[in-house]
């Protein structure tokens, strides 16, 4: 079974610009979360999905969105790059979320902002 | 607001050492609390603990919850060097979604 993947691996991008990230959960998960890391902050909660619907969120300011198609894969969005957002962002999916699941986590998405 | 203190941030032991890590937690509405370990990349699932499963064991790892205390402690006996990696905890909200809470980890090193 395969796991979370996510892509890129790595991005490179300047202050101003907008990513896009991707998630595609372990294969019959329906809930998606998403988190940044980073030295300073350690790993903080973004926002998850379940069933197309943002369920719960961080405290991130709007530049950080989501969505989740039909088929549970998960994207995210920063628009207005900053500095700051220079992180290792980590999706993990779970079958229904809701907190009794365990959460698998993929390998992230390390951006880097020049 | 949910919290949760990992202590200590950093451990430097020798192989064979037994080590234990600790986890206090604040959450409204317990659920669960998790262990993941992380080398590099993606953290991986180690223990989850909930009020029906206060102690879990796998090997050499081992794990054990205290609800009344409101902490979680992960023991590793006979270290080796491929257990060097940042342990975290992990609690669920209280609510029905998910989005968990971490600790800031501790980040164990195993000397040969």
């Known amino acids: 079974k395969a796991g979370v993947t996510q892509t890129p691996r790595y991005l490179i991008k300047t202050r101003g610009q907008q990513v896009t990230l991707s998630c595609s959960p372990i294969?019959?998960?329906?809930?998606v979360s998403w988190y940044q890391q980073t030295p300073g902050q350690g790993l903080q909660f973004l926002f998850e999905y379940f069933s197309e619907t943002q369920r719960n969120k961080g405290n991130f300011p709007g530049r950080f969105s989501g969505r989740q198609f039909s088929n549970s894969r998960s994207e995210m969005n920063v628009s207005t790059l900053e500095l700051g957002d220079s992180a290792l962002y980590l999706c993990?999916?779970?079958?229904?979320?809701?907190?009794?699941?365990?959460?698998?986590f993929g390998a992230g998405t390390r951006l880097s902002v020049l | 607001e949910d919290k949760v203190v990992q202590s200590p941030l950093s451990l430097v032991v020798h192989e064979g050492d037994t080590v234990t890590l600790n986890c206090s937690y604040e959450v409204t509405n317990f659920r669960s609390l998790l262990w993941y370990k992380q080398e590099k990349k993606a953290p991986t699932f180690l223990f989850m603990l909930t009020s029906s499963g206060i102690e879990k064991k796998s090997g050499r790892l081992s794990s054990i919850l205290d609800k009344k205390e409101l902490f979680s402690i992960l023991n590793i006996t006979a270290t080796q060097t491929g257990d060097s990696a940042i342990y975290l905890c992990?609690?669920?909200?209280?609510?029905?979604?998910?989005?968990?809470?971490f600790g800031k980890g501790t980040h164990l090193i195993i000397q040969p």
């Open positions: 993990a999916s779970s079958l229904v979320g809701g907190g009794g699941n365990i959460q698998y």
């Open positions: 294969s019959g998960h329906r809930s």
């Open positions: 992990a609690v669920p909200p209280g609510g029905g979604a998910d989005g968990l809470t």
